[in-house]
């Protein structure tokens, strides 16, 4: 009796249950499902070491399915080896082959699509949006390396999810950083879901392709579980990673499945019992006498981990000897310094202080000034090259290892990444992304480089409640000056969660003594005044500065309110506003939806406070300074200035 045999027949088995649990749902995908149906079963049966019971060990090997549609096939083998399910380990209970017809239920567990954060702790990431698993693999790999873990991790892409330019950012960056614990795994059954891949996705070309990048590549039947088992045993420490190419059939097994285009569609429960009589013809065929499968493996050990230390013990340095150890002592004599600079050396002491703090930056750590931490610790920094969506992806793979990782480049081209964010945020990432050269400010290099959009996506984000229900799913932090970056850049590292914070190309003044208070949802009152308060964040508050004292020339008296934090106290900012005229004006070097949308929120909810958004009016373009650049988009001093006397003649 051969160990095929027995591989067939647990592949039969599941497969039946991926067709059932997809019926009772009514959507779903048991084509694809059923052409993994065979190289899941020899993963997660025979090749992964791992304990299903405990799939938080830290040594245990690790399954990411970036084509998240065929999941049904996992949660069968899950539900089959009774794996652990639940949020924590306290409410953990082994997952039953009856559970799974609770398939995108919304009680249920089992999404869609893979989906941690909703109870299934297998997986380390929410995956679905095609192109970002090996990404998420490579960053699992590289926490594996600095915590001396033997895991490995297997990566399941479809073909025609092979289009995405992601895919090969990933397969780059991992031979790059020869992360050979990642095999990547691609199921070429040569059908998207509307019609075939096309010839560039064929097996064929995707070995050649592989082979190109540095990968070992092995192509193989994806259906014979001894020519699986060969490829597999081909991946072996500190040689060139792994690819295998598995030509697969969709919908393997069940004739109605491979009739035309059953992407994405179940069958109907009359047809189910069809599908089955197709795949006990498969096992008369292929799994006669087959004997149970043994159970997978066990994990190995760990050698020493990384230590992880609580963020919120920790005593930091004060902000002039975090800045003098970043090698800023002239521009504190100066008393100016830019809060990317600043940024620079609270990184490096937050790495310091924290040993699982890591770094990631796309080729711009000289401008970003996360050179700082690599300099000092060169061992967590991870170079990504201009690749921000693969390194997004690769740091929420870091986080699901334990790490926290920083991810540094320009506002601008964070948005590429936009998508690569959101689904970090669905997994509940401990993800600190930093956006450097914001806004407008930076003039010369004009609009390419410029983020315009990236406080609207983020105030999005941020206006979303965290599980815990008290804290967003997201927080936005904007420093004005070095003092507030150092601050911001250690509630950063203080949440367990998501956090965006801008910092800006120009140097500025200080405008906070160096042991300000900085808090979540916080603001401060930078100037007093009782006509109007005027409202910011980040460089802008140098600008709004100025427009006060022109006002004050004037004789009004406008307050500055530093707006660093989104979300922000909305009942003292109300309170804050009733004392100064119950007018605001919020100005923000960006376009609408940010800043001025969230303070426009709290004083609808409130009802008696006036609201004017004044943000960039019309498309930037290159200019030779930031006053410049200001004034052609209608948010230099003068206008701010103008625009609040506008809103002292209105009536009240």
């Not at 603001?523 to 009782?530: E, K, R, S």
């Amino acid at each position: 009796m051969t160990t095929a045999a027995a591989v067939h027949a647990k592949a039969i088995a599941l497969g039946k249950l991926c067709v059932r649990m997809t019926a009772r749902a009514g959507s779903g995908h048991p084509s694809s499902g059923l052409s993994l149906a065979h190289l899941v079963t020899q993963l997660m049966y025979r090749e992964m070491r791992y304990d299903p019971a405990d799939p938080w060990d830290a040594a245990a090997d690790r399954l990411v399915l970036s084509e998240g549609h065929a999941v049904p096939i996992v949660y069968a083998a899950l539900a089959d080896l009774g794996a652990a399910v639940g949020r924590t380990r306290a409410e953990a209970r082994p997952l039953t082959p009856a559970d799974v017809d609770g398939l995108r239920d919304l009680p249920s567990l089992l999404d869609g699509h893979p989906n941690p954060a909703e109870g299934v702790p297998f997986f380390d990431a929410a995956t679905g949006s095609l192109g970002q698993g090996l990404s998420v693999a490579a960053g699992l790999a590289a926490g594996a390396r600095l915590d001396n873990s033997p895991r490995r991790v297997f990566c399941i892409i479809g073909d025609g999810e092979s289009r995405e330019g992601q895919v090969w950012e990933a397969l780059d960056f991992i031979v790059d950083h020869k992360l050979s614990a990642v095999c990547a795994i691609f199921n070429a059954n040569g059908q998207g879901q509307t019609s075939y891949v096309s010839a560039q996705q064929s097996a064929e070309r995707l070995a050649a392709k592989l082979a190109a990048f540095g990968w070992k590549t092995v192509t193989i039947d994806g259906h014979d579980p001894d020519a699986i088992a060969g490829a597999l045993a081909e991946m072996k420490a500190g040689l060139p990673p792994l690819a295998i190419v598995a030509r697969t059939v969709k919908g393997w097994g069940v004739d109605e499945l491979q009739k035309g285009n059953w992407h994405g569609k179940p069958l109907s429960d009359d047809h189910v019992a069809a599908a089955d009589a197709d795949l006990d013809r498969q096992a008369e065929k292929l799994a006669k006498g087959a004997s149970e499968l043994a159970r997978p493996p066990a994990a190995g050990k760990c050698g020493k981990r990384v230590e992880r230390r609580d963020p919120r013990e920790v005593k930091w340095p004060s902000f002039s000897e975090a800045m003098r150890a970043g090698g800023f002592e002239k521009a504190l004599a100066k008393n100016e310094l830019g809060t990317r600079k600043a940024y620079g050396a609270a990184l490096r002491t937050a790495g310091d202080l924290l040993p699982q703090v890591v770094v990631l930056d796309g080729d711009v750590s000289n401008s970003t000034f996360s050179e700082l931490f690599a300099k000092a610790h060169a061992d967590r920094f991870f170079e990504c090259k201009i690749a921000e969506q693969n390194m997004v992806s690769v740091a929420a793979g870091l986080s699901a290892a334990g790490f926290v990782p920083f991810v540094n480049t320009f506002s601008k081209f964070v948005a590429r990444a936009y998508d690569q964010i959101e689904m970090a945020n669905i997994s509940r990432a401990n993800l600190k992304i930093v956006g450097s050269h914001s806004g407008i400010s930076l003039a010369a290099d004009g609009p390419s480089q410029m983020s315009l959009l990236d406080v609207a996506y983020f105030h999005s984000l941020a206006s979303v409640r965290g599980d815990d229900r008290q804290s967003p799913q997201c927080w936005l932090y904007q420093p004005a000056d070095a003092v507030a970056a150092y601050h911001c850049t250690r509630l950063l590292t203080i949440h367990g969660g998501m956090c965006y914070m801008r910092t800006h190309r120009p140097d500025v003044p200080l405008l906070y003594p160096h042991d300000a208070v900085f808090e979540p949802r916080g603001f401060n009152v930078l100037a007093q005044g009782d006509d109007l308060a005027i409202i910011s964040g980040g460089y802008m508050v140098h600008v709004a500065r100025q427009a006060v004292e022109m006002l004050a020339r004037q004789g009004r008296r406008a307050a500055l309110v530093d707006v660093y934090c989104l979300p922000t106290d909305a009942v003292r900012l109300a309170d804050t506003l009733r004392k100064t005229g119950r007018r605001a004006l919020v100005v923000e070097d960006n376009y609408g939806g940010g800043l001025g949308a969230a303070v426009s929120a709290i004083a609808a909810a409130h009802g008696d406070l006036r609201v004017a958004n004044l943000f960039c009016q019309r498309m930037p373009k290159s200019a030779r300074t930031p006053e410049e650049i200001l004034d052609y988009c209608g948010v230099g001093a003068r206008q701010i200035a103008d625009q609040a006397l506008a809103l002292l003649r209105r009536p009240a």
